[in-house]
């Protein structure tokens, strides 16, 4: 089967773009405990908010994303260069499921049920023991979350591996 571009983007598609409210971001990071030590991967990063964010106000060490849309990438990218962040902050315009995982202590997540459960044998396979996953809205499904936050209308969930699956 041939695809065009747009086509393949479609069909890898996980999600639509809809942003995290920024002080839903805020609130993700904050009930992931954010800290400076952290090496953060946003998976579907959208307009890189929650990178430049995390960097920005939680003083994180590294942030990673992955964004399949090129128009998305490209908007992530000009704002980390606005911000003057690009030794911190590095975009792929890439499948998340390309996603190299193994730096990561903290992954966030705003996708669907479906994808989630989709992701699950990458994240078992390769978030590292110690990392969190935090998850806006939409949950991982048979995972136990060590929190979970309602904020608003929103929700947060936070996994620990392995903590999540194992027990
Ligand atoms: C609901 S938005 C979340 C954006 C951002 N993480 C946030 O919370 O503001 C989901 C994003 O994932 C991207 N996406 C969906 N499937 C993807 C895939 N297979 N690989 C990379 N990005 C993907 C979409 O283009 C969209 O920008």
Redesign the pocket.
């Known amino acids: 089967m041939n695809f065009t571009s747009n086509e393949s983007v479609a069909f890898?598609?996980?999600?639509?773009?809809?942003?995290?409210p920024h002080d839903v971001?805020k609130k993700m990071l904050e009930v992931a405990r954010a800290s400076k030590d952290d090496v953060l991967c946003?998976?579907?990063?959208?307009?890189g908010?929650?990178l430049t964010t995390a960097v920005k106000d939680f003083g994180i060490k590294s942030a990673v994303g992955?964004?399949?849309?090129e128009d998305?990438f490209k908007q992530a990218s000009g704002e980390v260069e606005k911000l003057k962040l690009m030794e911190k902050v590095h975009i792929f315009n890439?499948?998340?499921?390309q996603a190299d995982l193994k730096d990561a202590t903290l992954i966030?997540l705003?996708?669907t049920t479906y994808?989630n459960e989709r992701l699950k044998p990458k994240l078992r396979s390769e978030a590292r023991p110690g990392s969190r996953i935090v998850s806006?809205d939409f949950m991982i499904n048979g995972w136990k979350p060590s929190r979970k936050e309602n904020y608003n209308e929103h929700t947060i969930y936070v996994y620990s591996i392995p903590d999540a699956y194992s027990i």
């Open positions: 890898m598609s996980c999600a639509p773009f809809v942003s995290s971001v946003d998976l579907g990063c959208g307009d908010r929650i992955y964004e399949i849309r998305l890439k499948d998340l499921f966030t705003y996708l994808a806006h």
